[in-house]
Nanobody, 122 residues
């Protein structure tokens, strides 16, 4: 079992920045990679970014390339998502997730956090 706890969401003005954190606990040694997803009101959950646990290889959705940066701190079992130049359309609940194996650019993850709300005001 893996437990995931997100933090760092909040209300931000457009153009601002946020850094979301996802702390993993439990069988973290078995994690192949972790991802961030988001779900806006009335929309389906979408893939945002992912990172492999061992090598740090990153993957991004085309819609967020250049503004979002995913990183990890293996010593802290934590994955981060830095979001710059926030736009109102970034408003969503952001979820982190963990996966036992590839591929990472998929919605089929094994464990999910509870989500953290990001609201961007114009």
């Amino acid at each position: 079992q893996v437990q995931l706890v997100e933090s760092g969401g909040g209300l931000v003005q457009a153009g601002g920045s946020l850094r979301l954190s996802c702390a993993a606990s439990g069988r973290t040694f078995s994690i192949y990679g972790m991802g961030w997803f988001r779900q806006a009101p009335g929309k389906e959950r979408e893939f945002v970014a992912a990172i492999t646990w061992s090598t740090g290889r990153t993957y991004y959705a085309d819609s967020v390339k250049g503004r979002f940066t995913i990183s990890r701190d293996n010593a802290k079992n934590t994955v981060y998502l830095e979001i710059n130049s926030l736009k109102p359309e970034d408003t969503a609940v952001y979820y982190c997730a963990a996966k036992w194996g590839p591929p990472l650019m998929t919605s089929n993850y094994d464990y999910w956090g509870q989500g953290t709300q990001v609201t961007v005001s114009s």
